[in-house]
């Protein structure tokens, strides 16, 4: 009898504690405010379509990219707080009809080498004496299918679909495009972010070099190189353990263990390799994870520019790959400073840290609770880290064809560490 009477006592007790907790004023207990860092402005809003990719120019202009999908364009500029409009015309932006094909009873993406199919990121490098200021467009080619049962899927690329575009932003025109053929890019890969290094030394050619995450859902993730003077393009750690998915992770994200529920398939988790990747401010080493892991790693660009005509490539990337240990969570999207700090955007934080390869350390940069999936980050000349916000684990491919987000997405801003600002080294 006593003992029942404990058990109704502590049960009552339990739920009076979490009551009173609400107001968190009213306890003398330690708590969590979901919050640290720099000051976060609410620069842009969303209200139409959500956004992957974000780039802002040197005189702020904001960029963003939308993976289609049934929405009107795939890559676009802000133009006030609330709206944008397709950049750098509607034209280019194909429209959703046109958006795949089929062949045999298999879908394809798109093969239009012009047109913009779905833009999965952009990032902005400098003018130079040979270049203008210029927006890089990574599209994939692979835009999401939606059945008449509400199924989604995503078509195969096909050559002359993913591709990479630099558009001017001084004149606003497309001046470059590259394609990859089916040996470097396969049809399922899925081009997910690029990096710079433009220094005319770095190539023979002497007009650069991208190097391009594959993240690759069905399991061939790696990276693709690509020389911007002659075109030519190649492979290198394609399916390395360093860029696979980590099997069976359950990431938290707001106090929630996570599992992805699409309609058609059965319950699983994130599939997703190679993701974030970020280049030194020497250009000497790239650094870059799988979403679906807790680690860091890095490789000598060296490895990368090595051509494929050489037959030991392969085993010497390997060979020097370097693991920087655990970082405390997932990472989604990287961003690097003139400083050298390498930016992780952590979805399961709400939050913002970067690796300091001075001191071999991860360390908290900023955290907010408005901080729900960040996902694509860009570092201007101004000095501040810019981020999207789109509550991707509330999206209904995630959900059972449920859309449980809630408008608006944004872009968020916060000043940088250490007087840092964008990497012009590489320029």
């Known amino acids: 009898m006593k003992t029942a009477v404990f058990s109704t006592f502590g049960i009552v007790a339990a739920a009076a504690a979490q009551v009173t907790y609400q107001n968190s004023s009213q306890t003398i207990l330690r708590t969590d405010s979901g919050a640290y860092g720099p000051e976060i402005e609410e620069l842009h809003y ?12 040197s005189t ?3 960029f963003a990219s939308y993976t289609r999908g049934n929405y009107t364009f795939t890559l676009g500029e802000a133009v006030n707080k609330t709206a944008e409009v397709p950049y750098p015309s509607s034209d280019l932006n194909l429209p959703v009809s046109q958006l795949n094909t089929s062949w045999n009873g298999i879908s394809f993406g798109s093969g239009n080498s012009t047109g913009l199919i779905s833009v999965q990121a952009v990032y902005i490098t400098p003018e130079s004496g040979s270049r203008p200021e210029t927006l890089w467009v990574v599209d994939t080619g692979r835009p999401t299918i939606t059945g008449e049962d509400g199924a989604p899927s995503m078509p195969y690329a096909q050559p002359g679909g993913p591709k990479i575009i630099g ?13 990859f053929p089916s040996t470097v890019h396969y049809p399922d890969s899925y081009m997910n972010d690029i990096r710079f290094d433009l220094r005319p030394n770095i190539t023979n050619s002497g007009k650069g ?5 594959d993240s690759s859902d069905e399991g061939r993730p790696g990276f693709i190189i690509l020389d911007l003077g002659t075109g030519e393009s190649w492979r290198r750690l394609t399916q390395h353990p360093s860029v696979l998915r980590v099997d069976r992770d359950v990431p938290s994200y707001q106090g929630r263990p996570f599992y992805q529920r699409t309609i058609g398939i059965p319950i699983q988790t994130l599939r997703e390799g190679l993701d974030g990747i970020q280049i030194s401010p020497d250009g000497s080493r790239i650094y870059y994870s799988a979403l679906t892991t807790n680690y860091l790693y890095s490789i000598p660009t060296a490895n990368l520019l090595t051509p494929p005509t050489d037959p030991l490539a392969e085993l010497a990337a390997a060979n020097n790959v370097t693991n920087h240990g655990q970082r405390g969570g997932n990472a989604n999207g990287f961003e690097g400073d003139s400083n050298g700090l390498i930016y992780q955007l952590m979805p399961e934080h709400n939050a913002i840290y970067y690796y300091d390869p001075a001191d071999l350390q991860t360390k908290p940069f900023v955290r907010d609770p408005r901080i729900i999936w960040p996902d694509g980050a860009s570092i201007a000349e101004d000095g501040y880290l810019y981020m999207n916000i789109n509550q991707l684990p509330y999206q209904p491919l995630w959900n059972n064809g449920s859309d449980l987000r809630t408008w608006p997405g944004a872009v968020l801003r916060c000043k940088l560490p250490g007087s840092g600002t964008k990497i012009m080294s590489l320029g």
């Open 46 to 57: 969303y209200y139409q379509q959500w956004p992957i990719g974000i780039a802002v120019s």
């Open 60 to 62: 702020g202009r904001i």
């Open 209 to 213: 070099i991208a190097y391009i995450v």
């Open 167 to 179: 558009v001017s932003l001084a004149n606003n025109t497309a001046y470059a495009t590259y394609t």
